[in-house]
Antibody, heavy 118, light 110 residues
Framework: QVQLVQSGAEMKEPGASVKVSCKASGYTFTGQNIHWVRQVPGQGFEWMGWINPNGGRTNYAPKFQDYVTMTMDTSISTAYMEVNRLRSDDAAVYYC???????????WGQGTTVTVSS | QSALTQPASVSGSPGQSIAISCTGTSSDIDFYTYVSWYQQHPGKAPKLIISDVTNRASGVSDRFSGSKSGNTASLTISGLQAEDEAYYYCNSYRRDTSWVFGGGTKLTVL
């Protein structure tokens, strides 16, 4: 079955970077974009951007353009999302989500909790 | 990006029907049919239940249905069951090529 499996929880200090991985299985990784979405505890979801695994093209939400980087490694069907210069308000659960190829999102990873604290 | 507007909470008794609204703008819900709904139980990842306004995801009960009128989309759950108690989020594609989510609605089954 289609699955997205993310890396484990991270605890970082303010100003550091964190890189979250998302390993896809059960479908052709290069066939569908991967979105990254975050959820601040007790709040809703915020779309961060997507990456096209077939070539690496990206589309970032303006808010994240300057400090988030999305990459992928097609040889291991894995997408990555790196947040640089972490601040306390970057503490959230980060999800990778598969695009349906029709402007919807269907399969979600299990989420990766990122804690930012000194 | 401004979030889509959902009621903070709704409730209903088992067997009843409820509707959750999701209000957007002329740049998202009113312009496109790319509206999805997700169910999230506490501590779990969201699960797709409706895409493209009305299409139920594979394996989702036909008690769940979606609709849209103008800039407002709605999720209706009929024959409420205890396991429907969860948070529900809407999502829409936008003309500026971004996606936006609703703030979420907590459904309580009384």
């Amino acid at each position: 079955q289609v699955q997205l499996v993310q890396s484990g929880a991270e605890m970082k200090e303010p100003g550091a970077s964190v890189k979250v991985s998302c390993k896809a299985s059960g479908y052709t990784f290069t066939g569908q974009n991967i979105h990254w979405v975050r959820q601040v505890p007790g709040q809703g979801f915020e779309w961060m951007g997507w990456i096209n695994p077939n070539g690496g093209r990206t589309n970032y939400a303006p808010k994240f353009q300057d400090y988030v980087t999305m990459t992928m490694d097609t040889s291991i069907s894995t997408a990555y999302m790196e947040v640089n210069r972490l601040r306390s308000d970057d503490a959230a659960v980060y999800y990778c989500v598969r695009d349906t190829r029709n402007y919807n999102m269907d399969v979600w990873g299990q989420g990766t909790t990122v804690t930012v604290s000194s | 990006q401004s979030a889509l507007t959902q009621p903070a909470s709704v409730s209903g008794s088992p067997g009843q029907s409820i509707a959750i609204s999701c209000t957007g703008t002329s740049s998202d819900i009113d312009f496109y049919t790319y509206v999805s709904w997700y169910q999230q139980h506490p501590g779990k990842a969201p699960k797709l239940i409706i895409s493209d306004v009305t299409n139920r995801a594979s394996g989702v009960s036909d008690r769940f249905s979606g609709s849209k009128s103008g800039n407002t989309a709605s999720l209706t759950i009929s024959g409420l069951q205890a396991e429907d108690e969860a948070y529900y989020y809407c999502n829409s594609y936008r003309r500026d090529t971004s996606w936006v989510f609703g703030g979420g609605t907590k459904l309580t089954v009384l």
